[in-house]
C-alpha cells in the first residue's frame, strides 16, 4: 500500500456531497488540506455541509451540476485567480445492472453516457487552467472500466460509459503530451455506496484512505495513470 504524506496543498472535488466524494473530502482535510467540494443545487444539506461547518474555513463548498455547461461556466468563474494542487472530478452514475444494449432505453443510455463520459471530460477541460503546472488531474473511473478485465459482462452499460470515460481521458492526455502534470484514472473498487449498492465488497473506509494516498504518491509523475485503490495498475 502506497504510504502517506502530511503535505498539505488544496483540492478541487467535483461531487464531493456524499459517498466517495465526501469520504475523498474528508480525508484530505484530515490531511490538513483546503477543500472545495461541488453539489448540486438542492434545499438539502450534504454531509459535506457538515464537515464545512466544523472546518474553520478550510472546506468550502460551491455549486455544480456536471451536465449543465451554463453551471460549469459560472464555477469557472467563480473560482478565477484560484489555484489548485488537485483537480479530481467524481461525478457519477449508473443504471440497472441487468440492462444490456438489447434492453436499454436511447433516454437512459444517453443519460448514463454523458453524465459518466461527457460530462466529466468537460469538467476536466473547463477547469484544467485552475490547476497549478505542477499539479494533478484525477477523475475517478471504475475498474469496470476495464476491457481486457471484462470476462463476466453485466452492467454492461455503466461498464462502456466507464471505458469510454477511459478512452477520452487517453485522448486528453495525448493532446496534453508536454503538460508536466499528473493525470490519474482511479479504480476505487466496488465501495458499499448509494452508487455501489448494499453488496459492495469494500467499505468506504477500506477504499478511500488508500486511493487517497494513491493520489498523494502519484504528484509529481507526469503522464496518465491507470490505477486501483491500492496503486495497482489496472489493464486498459
Not at 103 to 111: G, H, I, L, M
Not at 184 to 193: D, E, F, I, S
Not at 219 to 234: E, M, P, S
Amino acid at each position: 500500500m502506497p504510504s502517506s504524506t502530511s503535505t498539505s496543498g488544496s483540492i478541487l472535488i467535483i461531487g464531493a456531497s456524499r459517498g466517495l466524494g465526501h469520504a475523498m473530502a474528508e480525508e484530505f482535510f484530515k490531511k490538513g488540506w483546503s477543500v472545495v467540494g461541488t453539489v448540486r443545487a438542492s434545499a438539502s444539506r450534504t454531509k459535506l455541509h457538515d464537515l464545512a461547518d466544523a472546518s474553520a474555513g478550510r472546506v468550502t463548498i460551491e455549486i455544480l451540476d456536471i451536465n449543465e455547461p451554463d453551471q460549469l461556466s459560472s464555477l469557472r468563474a467563480c473560482l478565477d485567480g484560484r489555484a489548485f494542487d488537485i483537480l479530481f472530478v467524481n461525478a457519477g452514475t449508473t443504471n440497472v445492472p441487468t440492462e444490456t444494449t438489447a434492453d436499454v432505453t436511447t433516454e437512459e443510455f444517453v443519460r448514463v453516457m454523458v453524465t459518466n463520459a461527457l460530462s466529466p471530460m468537460r469538467t476536466v477541460e473547463g477547469l484544467q487552467d485552475l490547476v497549478s503546472p505542477s499539479g494533478m488531474i484525477g477523475v475517478m473511473s471504475s475498474g469496470q472500466g476495464s476491457v481486457s478485465n471484462n470476462t463476466t459482462g453485466m452492467r454492461e452499460v455503466y461498464r462502456g460509459s466507464k471505458a469510454a470515460l477511459n478512452t477520452l481521458m487517453r485522448s486528453y492526455a495525448a493532446r496534453h503530451g508536454d503538460d508536466a502534470r499528473a493525470l490519474v484514472l482511479m479504480a476505487p473498487g466496488w465501495v458499499k455506496t448509494d452508487l455501489g449498492g448494499p453488496d459492495g465488497r469494500l467499505t468506504i473506509e477500506e477504499s478511500i484512505p488508500s486511493l487517497v494516498n494513491v493520489l498523494l504518491d502519484q504528484r509529481g509523475k507526469r503522464g496518465l495513470q491507470y490505477l486501483d485503490y491500492l496503486g495497482r495498475t489496472v489493464p486498459w
